[in-house]
């Protein structure tokens, strides 16, 4: 997977990039991670790349001769996506982190200041993503956001693939609870279960779990999870539960 970020900050998404995981599977070939500055394709003598909104109003709009320089500059995959990040946008969740994995290459537009020439929209095609209802300074954290995220999906990115699988979110349940040693802490045991070595009755005390946990802390998932496909294994187990 290749991910192509137009920024005016490149340092930022190269710095976060440089860490844990994302730099591992950068070390291993599982993904590249390349920044372009649309400063460096601005033909004003002064590299500018924003200007005053026509009609008046508070701060500056980038404009769209860099930016759409810059992104004609990306050495484009057949199978590609380019995303800009707004506040406007459909917001970011797994399942579309998902459909951005199976792509070969993810290009990502970063905002700042008062937001895009909406020209730069309309002619680069781009899908608008948010990572939330809130507003921040730029795309860059977004962004970065968005390559963990799509990251772990790839496979080999965490070594162990399962792991993503169980991840919060991932089939639209939150996470099970987790425990390490000691066995007893402060009066708290470990749950029987996970010492029994039955790998049938752990799987099951995991499923009902995130069952659980999602119920009692967003039931707008869960109720969203029951009108899904479920499978005949869920279905028992949440009968069994009274949970369906």
């Not at 290749?2 to 005016?8: G, I, S």
């Not at 999906?153 to 000691?182: F, V």
Request: charged share 30%; glycine share 6%.
């Amino acid at each position: 997977m290749r991910f192509d970020v137009l920024t005016l900050f490149p340092e930022t998404i190269k710095k976060a990039c440089d860490f844990s995981i994302i730099k591992r599977a950068t070390e291993q070939g599982l993904i590249s991670v390349n920044a372009v500055n649309p400063r460096d394709y601005s033909k004003d003598k002064h590299k500018k790349v924003d200007d005053t909104p026509y009609g008046g109003g508070a701060g500056m709009l980038l404009s769209c001769q860099p930016y759409l320089d810059a992104l004609n500059s990306v050495d484009k995959k057949e199978n590609s996506v380019t995303i800009i990040m707004s506040p406007q946008g459909k917001v970011f969740n797994q399942e579309l982190a998902k459909e951005f994995s199976e792509k070969e290459q993810l290009i990502i537009i970063c905002g700042h200041y008062e937001g895009f020439d909406e020209r730069i929209i309309e002619k680069s095609g781009a899908v608008e993503v948010s990572i939330g209802d809130f507003v921040m300074t730029g795309g860059e954290f977004p962004a970065l956001c968005i390559i963990d995220s799509v990251s772990r999906l790839i496979k080999g990115t965490l070594g162990d693939d399962e792991s993503a699988e169980y991840d919060s979110h991932y089939d639209g349940l939150l996470e099970h609870p987790h425990y390490t040693k000691p066995r007893e802490y402060e009066g708290l045991d470990v749950p029987e279960v996970l010492l029994s070595g039955n790998h049938e009755k752990i799987k099951e005390w995991r499923r009902l779990q995130q069952f659980i946990n999602t119920k009692n802390k967003r039931p707008d998932l869960f109720e969203k999870f029951l009108k899904s496909n479920l499978s005949d294994y869920d279905k028992k187990l949440l009968k069994k539960n009274n949970l369906f």
